[in-house]
């Protein structure tokens, strides 16, 4: 309950900060042109559903009516105009959220469907009590002043909606912050580059608008929005479009070629549908490329990461260990190659069962990761078997990385089977300036496996492709062979 309190008084605060601010701006005897409060409202609650509750609500109602009697309005114009805004935000909620193919993710281009229709009947909704708002406080007719209202939240929704819906989670921000700083260097470099050709063009498109005036001048931001959408960035594309918004709204109220003393010009209703019309159309192009772009990275990954453990498939690492080592070699850099081999195995799927012996690969994966450099290319290269490929290492460090990878997936194996099976065997192969072919040293890592396994197993071979063979590490730092035993 006092988590709903809190909710509900943090909605009043900021719907009523919204509409102060939006009521400052309304030339005399209209609408405000810009009112995000409502969308705003709206969004949080569909991003939150569970927010939805009676303090909250109150809350939200709260906020309208104080905001609207604070800056001068009687107790029947606050009262009319926060039912009217009030009513489209409930209608927009509960029209739709029992609907379980509701999409707002804004990834697919479904969502915008989604949103435009969950604008219109919030909009509609509205200006169904707009109408009456109209008539009492304007004299106007219903049917005139509730397709003025209707323009208007349609706009709002439009434009505030899909950038409530899309911005970042708080989870996500902190993630961000608690990064490293080099991480978040790498990312807001990143951003700036996809934010810039965009940004110019929007830039460069602004100017001319305000010069030239006239109806045209409001879809010169277009180039601007289609080059933000086509990057995939659904955020990116939303505030663009909101900038857009702000300044052909502008341009609408506030002509270029109007005289100093001349009052601003009321907007029309035909405007304001084309103006949210217009920003529909980037978002559903952002939403389709992002969808595509998530297509083509799933397809991507299916194509060269192994379904069970997300290790690279045996061609991608051979594409990806040629070129490594072929720059270790123009910077005389030394390499060592991993073969791994999980000790009998086809006992431990006999024994515990195929789907343990499933896990036992994950796991195994997770291992070698944790247990390896970040630029380490770890492989599944067929059943229990895995490549390791360290670039630009020394063969110290590379038995080091070896033998934490053995000492751990000993400690795995013990703790799930209690047993000498799912340990790993592991043959080694270095070259200092890496001078070997791919091909040698898979044939070299080979070779010390074969070793590896002959010497008992659960441990760590080196084969120098510059030298002779050196003699097994075994579990304790011990040296020597044991009798030769089958391959697994």
Same mark, same amino acid.
């Given at each position: 309950?006092?988590?709903?309190? /809190?909710?509900?008084?943090?909605?009043?605060?900021?719907?009523?900060?919204?509409?102060?601010?939006?009521?400052?701006?309304?030339?005399?005897?209209?609408?405000?042109?810009?009112?995000?409060?409502?969308?705003?409202?709206?969004?949080?609650?569909?991003?939150?559903?569970?927010?939805?509750?009676?303090?909250?609500?109150?809350?939200?109602?709260?906020?309208? &009516?104080?905001?609207?009697?604070?800056?001068?309005?009687?107790?029947? $114009?606050?009262? +009319?105009?926060?039912?009217?805004?009030?009513?489209?935000?409930?209608?927009?909620?509960?029209?739709?959220?029992?609907?379980?193919?509701?999409?707002?993710?804004?990834?697919?281009?479904?969502?915008?469907?989604?949103?435009?229709?969950?604008?219109?009947?919030?909009?509609?909704?509205?200006?169904?009590?707009?109408?009456?708002?109209?008539?009492?406080?304007?004299?106007?007719?219903?049917?005139?002043?509730?397709?003025?209202?209707?323009?208007?939240?349609?706009?709002?929704?439009?434009?505030?909606?899909?950038?409530?819906?899309?911005?970042?989670?708080? /989870?996500?921000?902190?993630?961000?912050?608690?990064?490293?700083?080099?991480?978040?260097?790498?990312?807001?470099?990143?951003?700036?580059?996809?934010?810039?050709?965009?940004?110019?063009?929007?830039?460069?498109?602004?100017?001319?608008?305000?010069?030239?005036?006239?109806?045209?001048?409001?879809?010169?931001?277009?180039?601007?929005?289609?080059?933000?959408?086509?990057?995939?960035?659904?955020?990116?594309?939303?505030?663009?479009?909101?900038?857009?918004?702000?300044?052909?709204?502008?341009?609408?109220?506030?002509?270029?070629?109007?005289?100093?003393?001349?009052?601003?010009?009321?907007?029309?209703?035909?405007?304001?549908?084309?103006?949210?019309?217009?920003?529909?159309?980037?978002?559903?192009?952002?939403?389709?490329?992002?969808?595509?772009?998530?297509?083509?990275?799933?397809?991507? +990954?299916?194509?060269?990461?192994?379904?069970?453990?997300?290790?690279?498939?045996?061609?991608?690492?051979?594409?990806?260990?040629?070129?490594?080592?072929? $720059?270790?070699?123009?910077?005389?850099?030394?390499?060592?190659?991993?073969?791994?081999?999980?000790?009998?195995?086809?006992?431990?799927?006999?024994?515990?069962?195929?789907?343990?012996?499933?896990?036992?690969?994950?796991?195994?994966?997770?291992?070698?990761?944790?247990?390896?450099?970040?630029?380490?290319?770890?492989?599944?290269?067929?059943?229990?078997?895995?490549?390791?490929? +360290?670039?630009?290492?020394?063969?110290?460090?590379?038995?080091?990385?070896?033998?934490?990878?053995?000492?751990?997936?000993?400690?795995?194996?013990?703790?799930?089977?209690?047993?000498?099976?799912?340990?790993?065997?592991?043959?080694?192969?270095?070259?200092?300036?890496?001078?070997?072919?791919?091909?040698?040293?898979?044939?070299?890592?080979?070779?010390?496996?074969? /070793?590896?396994?002959?010497?008992?197993?659960?441990?760590?071979?080196?084969?120098?492709?510059?030298?002779?063979?050196?003699?097994?590490? &075994?579990?304790?730092?011990?040296?020597?062979?044991?009798?030769?035993?089958?391959?697994?």
């Amino acid at each position: 309950m006092a988590t709903n309190l /809190r909710n509900g008084l943090i909605f009043a605060v900021l719907i009523g900060l919204t509409c102060t601010i939006s009521i400052s701006t309304r030339m005399p005897g209209t609408l405000a042109v810009f009112w995000p409060a409502n969308a705003l409202a709206l969004g949080l609650l569909l991003r939150n559903p569970r927010m939805a509750c009676p303090p909250v609500w109150v809350g939200i109602a709260t906020g309208y &009516l104080a905001a609207d009697l604070l800056t001068g309005s009687d107790a029947t $114009k606050a009262v +009319l105009l926060s039912t009217a805004n009030l009513v489209g935000v409930l209608a927009g909620f509960y029209v739709f959220r029992r609907n379980r193919a509701l999409d707002l993710g804004l990834t697919r281009g479904v969502s915008v469907g989604w949103v435009m229709a969950i604008a219109a009947v919030a909009a509609a909704s509205a200006g169904l009590v707009g109408g009456v708002a109209d008539q009492v406080l304007f004299g106007g007719t219903w049917w005139s002043g509730s397709l003025e209202w209707f323009a208007y939240e349609l706009v709002n929704y439009t434009v505030i909606l899909p950038l409530v819906l899309s911005f970042p989670a708080v /989870r996500a921000i902190r993630d961000f912050l608690a990064d490293t700083p080099q991480a978040r260097r790498t990312r807001c470099r990143e951003i700036a580059r996809r934010v810039m050709v965009p940004a110019v063009l929007l830039a460069v498109s602004l100017a001319p608008a305000w010069f030239m005036g006239g109806f045209g001048a409001l879809v010169f931001t277009t180039p601007a929005l289609i080059a933000a959408a086509l990057l995939g960035d659904v955020l990116l594309t939303t505030l663009f479009i909101a900038v857009s918004f702000a300044w052909s709204i502008t341009l609408s109220v506030f002509p270029a070629n109007a005289g100093p003393l001349e009052q601003p010009v009321p907007i029309g209703i035909s405007t304001l549908i084309g103006l949210a019309l217009l920003a529909g159309a980037p978002l559903v192009i952002a939403c389709i490329t992002a969808e595509s772009r998530q297509i083509h990275r799933a397809l991507h +990954l299916a194509m060269t990461r192994d379904d069970l453990t997300g290790a690279l498939r045996r061609g991608e690492f051979v594409r990806r260990a040629q070129s490594a080592l072929g $720059k270790m070699s123009s910077a005389a850099q030394p390499s060592a190659l991993l073969m791994i081999d999980l000790d009998h195995f086809k006992r431990l799927n006999d024994t515990f069962g195929h789907a343990r012996g499933d896990q036992s690969l994950v796991e195994f994966a997770a291992i070698a990761h944790r247990s390896s450099p970040d630029d380490a290319l770890l492989a599944r290269m067929g059943g229990e078997e895995f490549a390791l490929l +360290l670039a630009g290492i020394e063969a110290a460090d590379a038995t080091a990385v070896a033998e934490r990878i053995r000492a751990a997936q000993q400690q795995t194996a013990e703790q799930w089977f209690g047993e000498s099976i799912g340990t790993a065997s592991i043959g080694l192969a270095v070259c200092s300036a890496s001078d070997s072919t791919l091909s040698s040293l898979l044939a070299s890592a080979d070779e010390a496996l074969y /070793r590896a396994k002959a010497a008992g197993r659960n441990t760590v071979v080196v084969r120098d492709v510059s030298g002779p063979p050196a003699p097994p590490r &075994l579990p304790g730092g011990g040296d020597g062979l044991a009798p030769p035993t089958s391959a697994n």
